[in-house]
């Protein structure tokens, strides 16, 4: 694979600002008194963005974003040199409650503004003004409600068309609805779930996991890279499976760990990388994103330290 010339563009059509709530402990029921909060932009696409642009990795950022209160968003996008092609409504994006203690992390995600499905063609043409042939598109993270489940297939057919490159990060229907397109992504990375989903049936062995994945290739998917939590990951394409994997780390926090896995992919890809070096890049992002909070990555150092200490193990 060529190494694009052109930034990634990321794509998220439903973000959010994290509000990180940090407790000694959480228990239900119980009046808390928090230790620290934190308000960050995310959205999975936005997260994908902040991670590639602290590894040095050019970056252009569109999706639909409230302009009541779309300081945060600005705010990252200015401090990172992203380039912010956001269309921005009336309106708030919705915020998303992270209670994080010693040993795990609570979602409580809220509604926000209703987000005008009129503006989608506005993203779509930002996407089309910026890629060409040598992009990677990250589409990522979930639909707003009303917007159709066929959203991302519909982009990832116009983008196809015109020979880009797309790497898809969602779940439930909207991703069945691409992968049952006559044009696929060219990079999807469910999780066990959502491979079981799309399946719909449960896939208990690493087997039954890679002969899923190698069913959904072709028609432009090139790469499954299906997530395993703490036991790793799996990266599959027709000639290959790698399973890779790292010690456990108890993590600061486990949001955006799949996120920072897509940047890493993403990172990889945009090298020219092979699919261990795909493998050890995501793989090393997402260790190193359990210990930051918000759309951030660790230090280069440490990633390139980790990308090497990644364990990888041929499957069959």
Known sequence: MN??????????LNPAIDETITLDALHPGQ??????VQFDAGG?????????????????????????????????????????????YPGLTRTNVKLVDATDTTDINLPGAEVPVERLPAVRDAVLQHADAESLVVLAGSLPAGFADSTYADLV????????????????????????????????????????AWANRALPSTTELVATARALLGRELEMVVVSLGADGALFITADAALHAGLPAIRPASTVGAGDAMVAGIVAALSNGAGLEGVARLGSAFAYSKLGQIGPN????????????????????
């Open 297 to 316: 990555l660790g230090p280069r150092p440490r990633v390139d330290d980790l990308a090497a200490q990644v364990r990888i193990q041929p499957v069959r």
């Open 157 to 196: 057919a116009t983008l196809s068309a015109r020979g880009v490159r797309t790497v898809l990060d969602t779940s439930g229907l909207p991703l069945h609805a691409a992968l049952a397109a006559n044009r696929r992504p060219s990079v999807i990375k469910p999780n066990r779930a959502e491979l079981e």
């Open 3 to 12: 190494a694009p010339a052109s930034p990634v563009i990321t794509v998220t």
């Open 31 to 36: 009046v808390h008194r928090a230790r620290a």
């Open 44 to 88: 999975k696409g936005v997260m994908v963005a902040g991670c590639l642009a602290d590894w040095g990795q050019a970056v252009i950022a569109t999706g639909l974003l409230g302009e009541d209160n779309a300081d945060t968003f600005s705010a990252l996008f200015a401090t990172k040199g992203i380039v912010d092609a956001f269309c921005r």
